[in-house]
Structures are given as C-alpha cells and as structure tokens.
C-alpha cells in the first residue's frame, strides 16, 4: 500500500521525511518543482515553505535548486527572463529560500500512450525531484496538484498549447439532439444552443471536457482526448523513472489556481501537508481530505470532476489511488 503521510505543522516535515528513502537524494542535482504565483495572485506556495524544503534537502546532502517552466500566454511568465523577475518579486531568492531558480523553456521529447511530450530540460536531465504542490482549484481540471504540477507544469510552452488545443470539442451534428445540456454544463459559455441550432465560440472554450462528458446522445467527442487523461500523461512523461518526492500543501485552498490573478475565494478551510513518493495517491488522499470538509466543493465550484485525473493517472500506470493515510 503506498504510504501518504499527513501532518499540520511544518515542524514536521523532517519526520515525514524518513518514511521514504531520502539518502538516495545525496550527491544529487535536484530540482524543486513548483509553481511561484502569477503576478497578483496571493495564494501560491510561499518562500517560508520553500526554505524548509531546502533544508531538509541540504541535510540530505542533496544540491536542490527551484525549478518551473515557462508558459504558453504572454503575462509574467511567458519568457525566461520574466519569470525570474517574478520569482524575485514573490521572495523566490537565494537569501530567502537558500538555493537558486532555474526556469526551461526548451524541453526533451518523450513518448507516452502514442503522444509526445516536450519534457523540460532540467526535469529530463534529472535523476531525482522533489514536488511542491499547492493544492486548489482549476477552471480546467477542477483540481490543481501533484499531476498538475507536472502535467502543465514540468513541459514547454509547445506541449502545453498541444495539450489544450488536443482537448477542445468536436461537433457530430447528426447526433446531435439539441437538448441544450451542453451549453447549460459550459464553465465558459462557449456554446448556445437554439432549437436546431448549436453555436461554438472556440475564443470562449478551455478545452475542460465537461460538455463532452455531459452529452446525452455522444454528439460532442475531443479532438484527441481529454484534457485530464493528457495531463496524466504528460506528468508520466516527466517523473516516469525518477525517483520523486510529492509534498502536497492543502493551504489557501481557492477556486482558481495560483496562476490566475483573480484566483478566490478560498473555498474550503486549512487542512495541512502531505507527503508521498505516488502522484497520483498524494492527489487522491489530498481530494478526500477537502471532501471530507466541503464535499464535492471542486465539481460544484469549477463544474469539472477532478478525480478523472486520478482515475486515468492510475490507468496509465503512473500512480495508485489506494494508499495508506499516516497522520503524524
């Protein structure tokens, strides 16, 4: 059974640490994926946490450094240059966190299910990482975590662009019944539906999945596929065969992620931390622990299921959703 370690203090940590086989870190390059927040958005993973992290490492012997890629839409992140400003700007520093940053924008390609998938440089080059996720909400996905981290997060701006564009609806219209419950299901409002009239704003759509899921008479497939099942995919990409750690921090638990500058309002309360060597447990034990005290909160506030990237994380053999909750 795979182990998930769950405590509420920080001070921790180091405890939770010796559940799995930290000194394999020794000697290491490694780098500490995470996401350092958009401009203006207060929610991200903050550098008090991530110094913790880089202790814990150092006292492992490791040569830890932070480590993000660059996005797909122009804003603080969209160049090199620019997110190292923005990571300076958020406290990401090396007075601060005790280590430097490092950010991609050229990757390795890497197959997986038939699909390739730009892994960033530092990732592929890398034998053992460690995940700082902050968990949320996801306009998308419904959930931002662990296989977030790594599925939008660990590729370039190309993969990225591919995985939405692989993801958006296509219109059977024979099958269509114009039942309209589509365009009532659409986060974004990209479809109306007029008696035999169905109207697709492409400008609109974000490529969740959620009308194709919804669809009655199976008129509405992907493009490729969907946009979860991708992401597990390319998450698998970037850690398969690398020794990784997941810590997982349930904190500032918002509608929208941390790259979404209008990101609230925190949905569900301060939970803590958990820890594992699973993507996919760490984000299944993370999704019960908010369900237990806002159940549902992520499809109810997002209108997208996140426990589908659970369930294909595991179909592909990336992770398990069994594990065994240890609370310290």
Avoid at 257 to 275: K, M, R
Wanted: hydrophobic letters at 35%; one cysteine or more.
């Amino acid at each position: 059974m795979i182990k998930v370690i769950f405590f509420t203090d920080i001070a921790k940590l180091s405890s939770a640490l010796t559940y799995f086989p930290l000194e394999s870190f020794a000697g290491k390059k490694v780098p500490v994926k995470l996401h350092m927040g958009e401009k203006k958005n207060p929610y991200f993973v903050k550098p008090e946490l991530v110094k913790d992290v880089i202790v814990e490492l150092k006292k492992a012997q490791a040569d830890p450094f932070l480590f993000d890629t660059t996005v797909a839409y122009h804003g603080s992140r969209h160049t090199k240059t620019e997110y190292q400003n923005l990571a300076k700007l958020h406290g990401f520093t090396m007075k601060n966190v005790g280590c430097d940053v490092i950010i991609d924008d050229t990757g390795v390609p890497t197959m997986v299910k038939g699909r390739t998938y730009e892994v960033a440089d530092h990732l592929k080059q890398s034998t053992h990482i460690f995940a700082l996720s902050h968990v949320k909400g996801h306009i998308q996905s419904g959930m931002g975590g662990a296989i977030k981290n790594f599925g939008m997060g660990g590729v370039t701006k190309e993969t990225k662009i591919k995985i939405h564009d692989s993801s958006y609806p296509v219109y059977q219209k024979d099958t269509c019944i114009y039942c309209g419950v589509c365009a009532e299901i659409c986060p974004f409002h990209a479809i109306k539906v007029n008696e035999e009239v169905w109207e697709y704003n492409e400008q609109k759509c974000f490529g969740c999945g959620a009308c194709v899921d919804s669809c009655p008479s199976n008129a509405l497939t992907f493009q490729d596929a969907d946009l979860q099942f991708l992401l597990a995919c390319s998450a698998k990409a970037c850690v398969q065969e690398k020794t990784v750690l997941y810590l997982n921090e349930l904190k500032r638990i918002a509608k929208g992620c941390d790259c979404d500058p209008n990101a609230g309002p925190i949905i569900c309360p301060d939970i803590g931390y958990l820890l594992s060597d699973d993507p996919v447990a760490i984000d299944k034990a993370s999704l019960d622990l908010i369900n237990e005290i806002k159940e549902n909160v992520f499809l109810t506030v997002n209108k997208v299921n996140p426990l589908k990237q659970i369930k294909y994380g595991e179909e592909i053999g990336l992770g398990s959703s069994s594990y065994e909750l240890i609370k310290l």
